[in-house]
């Protein structure tokens, strides 16, 4: 069965960092497919929509949101099938339960993601 573990997530200070890491296992994972994909990071906050927060193409090209631009950094290791999400300068506003998913477009259901809390 095909699946996306998101970890890495906790409660930090404002300004404090942490890396997230989503793990791919299955068979449908093995072979070229996980390498040939692109994945994504999103994040629910409470009361609002599900929204992507970075993404990373095949070729390793990367992509944003405005409001986590020089903040975030998303980066994968097509050996261990592991996409990571670094993220500095945290902030109140960034507390979510953040997913990993294919990228551009979500394709899969979502997995338990992890808690991403940012306080003081």
């Known amino acids: 069965q095909a699946q996306l573990v998101e970890s890495g997530g906790g409660w930090v200070q404002p300004g404090g960092s942490l890396t997230l890491s989503c793990v791919a296992s299955?068979?449908?994972?093995?072979?070229?497919?996980?390498?040939?994909?692109?994945w994504g990071w999103y994040r629910r906050a409470p009361e609002k929509e599900r929204e992507l927060v970075a993404g990373?193409?095949?070729?390793?090209?990367?992509i944003y949101r405005d409001s986590v631009k020089g903040r975030f950094n998303i980066s994968r290791d097509n050996g261990k099938k592991t996409v990571y999400l670094r993220m500095n300068s945290l902030e109140p506003e960034d507390t979510a339960v953040y997913y990993c998913?294919?990228?551009?477009?979500?394709?899969?259901?979502w997995g338990q993601g992890t808690q991403v809390t940012v306080s003081s």
């Open positions: 299955g068979r449908i994972f093995s072979g070229n497919y996980f390498r040939t994909n692109g």
């Open positions: 998913n294919d990228y551009p477009r979500p394709l899969r259901s």
């Open positions: 990373i193409s095949y070729g390793g090209g990367t």
